[in-house]
Every structure is written in structure tokens, then in C-alpha cells.
């Protein structure tokens, strides 16, 4: 086998099919993923797979449809709403999954209930929700992440929070921050205020967006103590370095329930500070989102380049006890759309997929028992199934950026730079 340099030569263009006239072939929120950005998204599937793997957490792939009962008695009123709906031909009413989570708990509770806890699983997939497009993420995308099923220690939440960051680290990602809270502190805050539920929601909703003014207003519209005003009005801003936790001690009573979380959240830090990780970690008090959902730490992850979380997760040690098995449980989700956005607005630009060679159509068995050869020791060679000739073959080549052509001379295998 021989690379050669001949001069090259032009490629015949393929002949266009017109699409069809005034019809949409796609609906909207889904997309086609080929060429680079399909490979850049494999790579970075793999690339988590195998670290999730060294952490100690299997992969785990829950059906893509399940009954919507099951899938509806595991979330929030929001997620149900997005969920895909359908019937099948007995009547029986399915739906994609919204996220994977459920489907995992499921799992651990019905079908692993009975294994050494805790449970590590890990997974990463395509998962489905009826909403507007944003940020990046339609409404078919990819999510990759950890549950940790069984413990309800510090150190299992830090051990999440851990893995969440150096998967993002592991995608390519430096720039970053990861916001972490304790729903349990809003709770007690809250806790004999005799709110409605439209007042909660509305104070969740101010706390969650940031929204002093907002806040403010909603404060107001309720019959809510001005000590316990004071306190909920400064949520938003309690958020920063280890010193945010003396800060929020300062606001409480002495006796006041609030103070455990505020330790707990300590301990955490603590730990996450021996994992070396301190730096990208900020403390939260405003972080109130899935009121309905968590039970303890709640996290996002933020990255320079994008205004939407690239990562969120939290503790849940509810949902389990709904499959029947009451199991503490915490785990995140990472969006992996959003992180290939991050990346290329970051200046890393994928890899472009292209072969190692191209190898001229050859029927001679010492020649493709050197292509299969070669493929088996992890090289990507194509084969010209079209028979052009060598001079298109290595117009080609150049034209998309391969190195090597290999040509076949008296079924003599060689190779040349």
C-alpha cells in the first residue's frame, strides 16, 4: 500500500432532491444530529459513561415509554404537564419519560429492592418533554447522570455533588460554579406561617427568580410576621463562600429550627472542601426549586457562557416509598446539549470525525485483510466502494482532510507518509 500525491481532481456533485413543498419534515422541538455535533455528543456520552463507571455506578437503560401512572407518580405537577401522551391499541395510557430519575426509582424499589444498599446507578439517554424550546434544549434531548440509592449521609450527598463536578470537569468544562442549597431551610422558615398554597407558590417563584422586588410585593399581599418577612426577604442574596453560613446563623432566633440545615450544609462543605472542591462551590439559601419534589440539598451548575443551569439535581428520599420501597435517594441530571453549547462558545472546537485512510477498491485478499486488520487494531479506514479512480480517490482525501490513501500494488501491503 502506497500514499500517493497526484494532483486532484474535481468531485462530481450529487444531484438534489427539491423537499417537499411547503411541509414541515421535522416537528418542532426535535432535531438531526449527524457529522460532527453527533460525534462530538457520542464522545462526550462515552466520555461520562467510563467516569461514571470508575466512581462505582452502573448504567442502567429504563424502557423509553412506560404506563403514564407510573411515570405521573413520581413527579411534580409541572413535569406531568409536559409529559408526551398516547395510548396504545388496548387503551392503556403511555408516556415517554420526562427524565430518568423515576424510571430509576422504579427500578431500585421493584426489581433491586432486595440488593446490598446502597445502590449506584448511572445513565445516559435521550429523554422527552412537551415545552417551549430554550436555553439550547428541545424537547427531545440528552441527559446523563448519577442516583445513589440507600444512604442519607452527608457523605452520600457530597459523593453526588462530587461526581457532578468532575463530570462536568470530565466534558471539558473549567469554567463553572455550582450552586448548592438545602430545601429543608426554606421549610422551616416557612414552617407555622399559615401560608396558602398560592402564597407559597408565589414566594417560591420570587425566591427562585431572584426577584427582590417581586418578593417584596408578594411579602406584603400576606399576614406573615415582620421578623419572619425580614428573613424570607432576604433569601436572595444569601448565597456565596463559607462565610454565607455564619451570615444566615446571624438572621435566625437562637432556637430556631433552620439552624440544623444551616450546620448540615457546614458539614458539607466541609467535606467537599477535603474533596478539593471548594472553589467552585457556592453556598445558596434562595436556592427553593422542586419544593414539591426534594427533601434535603437541592444544586444547580452554572457555566460561563450560558444563562441556564447545565446541571441541577438534589436529594428525594420521598419518591422511593411510592414504588413501595422507602429508600433515601439523591442524584442529578446533566444536560448535555448545554454543556456542547458552553464548549463551542468556549472556543473548543470538536473533533471533526474523519477517517485514518482511504483504501482504493481492491479485490484481493492479502489487501483486505489488511483493511480489516487495520480496523482491528482501531483504525477508521474507509473503503472506495464506488471505484473511482485513484486521482478522485485522493482529491477526496485532501478534500476532507484525510492523510492517507492506500492503493494496491501486486497485493503488496505498504504504507507511506
Known amino acids: 500500500m502506497t500514499t500517493s500525491n497526484s494532483p486532484a481532481s474535481p468531485t462530481k456533485p450529487v444531484k438534489q432532491i427539491p423537499p417537499f ?19 462530538q455528543l457520542q464522545a462526550l456520552s462515552d466520555r461520562l459513561r467510563r467516569h461514571f463507571s470508575a466512581w462505582g455506578y452502573d448504567e442502567v437503560i429504563p424502557p423509553t415509554f412506560e404506563y403514564f ?15 408526551y401522551r398516547f395510548f396504545d391499541r388496548e387503551g392503556q395510557a403511555l408516556a415517554l419519560r420526562p427524565d430518568l430519575t423515576v424510571p430509576i426509582a422504579r427500578i431500585a424499589a421493584t426489581r433491586c429492592f432486595d ?61 463553572f460554579r455550582l450552586s448548592v442549597g438545602h430545601i429543608g431551610f426554606f421549610r422551616n422558615l416557612l414552617s407555622g406561617l399559615s401560608l396558602s398554597k398560592t402564597e407559597t407558590r408565589a414566594l417560591i417563584e420570587a425566591v427562585d427568580r431572584r ?72 453556598i445558596d439559601f434562595g436556592e427553593v426549586r422542586g419544593m414539591d419534589y426534594y427533601t434535603g440539598i437541592t444544586f444547580e ?23 413501595g420501597a422507602d429508600l433515601p435517594a439523591v442524584g442529578f441530571a446533566l444536560l448535555l446539549e448545554r454543556a456542547m453549547r458552553v464548549l463551542e462558545r468556549a472556543g473548543q472546537e470538536p473533533v471533526e470525525p474523519r477517517p485514518d485512510a482511504i483504501m482504493v477498491a481492491c479485490a484481493h485478499p492479502p489487501c483486505l485483510a489488511d483493511l480489516l486488520r487495520r480496523r482491528a487494531f482501531g483504525q477508521r479506514v474507509e473503503l472506495d466502494v464506488a471505484e473511482k479512480p485513484l486521482a478522485d480517490v485522493i482529491a477526496q482525501a485532501r478534500e476532507r482532510g484525510i492523510p492517507t490513501v492506500l492503493s494496491c500494488k501486486r497485493a503488496i501491503s505498504t504504507q507511506t507518509e
Open 21 to 39: 413543498q411547503g411541509r414541515r419534515l421535522l416537528p418542532e422541538g426535535v432535531k438531526d444530529l449527524f457529522g460532527t455535533p453527533a460525534a
Open 69 to 83: 401512572d407510573t411515570l405521573a407518580l413520581g413527579t411534580g405537577p409541572r413535569l406531568e404537564e409536559s409529559m
Open 115 to 175: 440488593q446490598p444498599l446502597p445502590q449506584r446507578y448511572a445513565y445516559v439517554a435521550t429523554v422527552f418533554r412537551y415545552e417551549a424550546p430554550h436555553g439550547g434544549q428541545q424537547r427531545e434531548f440528552y441527559q446523563a447522570g448519577a442516583e445513589l440509592i440507600g444512604a442519607a449521609s452527608p457523605h452520600a450527598d457530597t459523593e453526588i455533588l462530587a461526581l457532578a463536578v468532575e463530570a462536568i470537569r470530565a466534558l471539558g468544562i473549567q469554567n
Open 211 to 282: 426577584n427582590v422586588p417581586l418578593l417584596n410585593r408578594q411579602l406584603a399581599r400576606t399576614s406573615i410576621p415582620e421578623p419572619d418577612r425580614q428573613l424570607l426577604a432576604s433569601l436572595p442574596g444569601l448565597c456565596g463562600g463559607p462565610d454565607i453560613l455564619d451570615r444566615a446563623r446571624n438572621l435566625l432566633p437562637a432556637n430556631h429550627t433552620a439552624h440544623a440545615v444551616i450546620d448540615y450544609l457546614g458539614l458539607v462543605y466541609q467535606l467537599l472542601e477535603a474533596y478539593g472542591l471548594g472553589e467552585v462551590v457556592m
Open 301 to 323: 451548575a452554572f457555566a460561563a457562557g450560558s444563562g441556564y443551569a447545565i446541571a441541577s439535581g438534589g436529594r428525594y428520599d420521598d419518591l422511593l416509598a411510592r414504588f
